[in-house]
């Protein structure tokens, strides 16, 4: 193989890339990170909670004891799974809480990705890579047959035996330099995020949580004036992040905009106490891919393997929001696959095809093949937006409220709540969903 500058460029220093780099040096390889943001994590944002098995097992695979579960700048571990349908005045939350939440391997915790992108950047230099922080690749550098050997930046043009591409999920390099199709507006959706200061304490007895452990909540309904998409709330240690997800499609037809949106969200009755008296430290915005396994795009190339949410491996299922478990994961794998590839001289598609193996075998794929029709059924499952925070409104109001009239038998009471919404309908659309799900 031709003499290059480094046997692996990485490009974006987020959860894949940063994974990639430092599995990559492990493995004994020079490598190159180049992050846009002026430190790792600056142009980041999730909501979020990270599902910490794909981490564990890079770790247990690679870090030879040296790094410390407990040193990882997570916020909290999350052992309160909230999940509430908002009407305009009224929410009902269920709220979940086992052991097995807790356990290792199913564990998951809240992060703010300046924090943890910087421990995630820090490590893989500690493991021998380069990053350089300030750089936005513009361009892939690609010979006469096609074969990508390495990036222009700027003035710059840096050579490599192959490019891993993690560049997120606004990939204009993937479309422009891989081929990569735009993805369509009903694909794609915004989140906004803000950060809200508060005393660790309050909010263990805001979320009758222990020190340290936290709670995770997604909304349907109202959060988005009734439009596909969905709110989130994570506690942190002494903050709370507070977002909504809306589609782009139905953001240009709204009548609103997604600010508005998180204003009337943050006036909630069910989301107002939580964040009483707290200040915002925080607001950003990120897109994110909804469309699942239809829009993954190709990931091996010449030269070239796309990871993460430059890839679109992304999931929203209304009631678990992925994307840096299948991240760091496909870092891992992509990272596996190309220095298999240098070892044998063979950087090809065909030579890297241990990559597209990798990601098949694993949850990655499979996961988002699994839950293939859930973008689309939720994209035209308006009335879960709409309707269905209202029935459940009005079905709890028949439960709960007691007014002095004489009682009416409950089933009596819920049936003209359901049948006004056309009984066999209901039946259809929630068939539908658990189908998809
Ligand atoms: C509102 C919202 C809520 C979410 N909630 C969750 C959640 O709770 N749990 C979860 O698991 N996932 C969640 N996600 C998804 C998750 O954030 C992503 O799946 C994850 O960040 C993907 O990691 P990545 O490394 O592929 O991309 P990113 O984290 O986006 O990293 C890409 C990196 O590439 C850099 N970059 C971009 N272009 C260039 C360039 N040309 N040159 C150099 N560097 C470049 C960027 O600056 C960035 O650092 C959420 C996303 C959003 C937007």
Redesign the pocket.
């Known amino acids: 193989m031709e003499e290059r500058d480094f046997d692996i460029i990485v490009?974006?220093?987020?959860?894949?890339?940063a994974i990639a780099a430092y599995v990559a040096a492990k493995k004994g390889k020079s490598v190159l990170v180049?992050?846009?943001?002026d430190f790792?994590g600056a142009?980041?944002?999730?909501?979020?909670?990270?599902?910490a098995h794909s981490l564990r097992s890079v770790l247990d695979a690679y870090s030879d004891g040296e790094i410390d579960w407990g040193s990882i700048p997570f916020e909290r571990k999350i052992t309160h799974e909230r999940i509430a349908f908002m009407d305009i005045a009224s929410a009902m939350t269920v709220d979940f809480t086992s052991e097995e939440l807790g356990r290792e391997y199913c564990d998951s915790y809240s992060v703010l990705r300046g924090t943890f992108d910087q421990w995630l950047a820090k490590t893989a230099e500690e493991a021998g890579c380069e990053v350089i922080c300030g750089i936005?690749?513009e361009a892939l550098l690609r010979d006469d047959s096609g074969c990508v050997y390495g990036i222009r930046a700027g003035e710059d043009e840096i050579t490599a035996q192959v490019v891993i591409l993690?560049?997120?999920?606004n990939s204009l390099?993937t479309e422009r330099c891989l081929g990569a199709p735009r993805p369509k507006p009903s694909q794609m959706a915004v989140?906004i995020?803000e950060v809200f200061e508060l005393p660790a304490s309050t909010i263990e007895d805001r979320f009758l949580c222990a020190p340290d452990e936290g709670a995770a909540m997604l909304v349907v309904g109202d959060c988005t004036h009734g439009y596909t998409g969905g709110g989130?709330l994570y506690t942190n240690k002494d903050s709370i992040s507070l977002?909504l997800?809306a589609t782009i499609e139905h953001l240009q037809e709204a009548d609103t905009t997604i600010y508005q949106m998180m204003d009337d969200f943050k006036k909630h009755p069910a989301v107002a106490p939580i964040i009483r008296d707290a200040a915002m430290v925080e607001h950003s915005g990120?897109?994110?891919s909804e469309g699942g396994y239809d829009m993954v795009p190709e990931y091996v190339h010449d030269g070239c393997l796309v990871a993460?949410?430059?890839a679109m491996l992304?999931m929203n299922l209304g009631y678990q929001?992925?994307?840096?478990?299948l991240?760091i994961s496909s870092g891992r794998f992509a990272a596996e696959a190309a220095c298999a590839a240098i070892d044998a001289g063979d950087v090809s598609a065909s030579g890297l095809a241990a990559y597209r193996t990798a990601m098949e075998e694993s949850f990655v794929i499979q996961d988002l093949k699994t839950y293939r029709r859930w973008p689309q059924t939720m994209d035209k499952w308006t009335r879960m937006f709409t309707e269905y925070p209202t029935m459940v409104r009005e079905a709890m109001n028949a439960v709960f409220v007691v007014d002095g009239e004489p009682g009416i038998p409950l089933r009596k009471r819920l049936w003209p709540i359901a049948k006004k919404r056309g009984v066999f309908k209901l039946i259809k659309e929630v068939g539908g969903a658990l189908r998809a799900l």
Do not use: P, W
């Open positions: 490009i974006g220093c987020g959860c894949a890339g180049v992050e846009r943001g790792a142009k980041n944002m999730t909501g979020g909670r990270l599902y936005a690749v993690s560049e997120g999920a390099l989140g995020k989130f977002g997800v990120h897109m994110v993460g949410d430059a992304c929001v992925r994307g840096m478990d991240a």
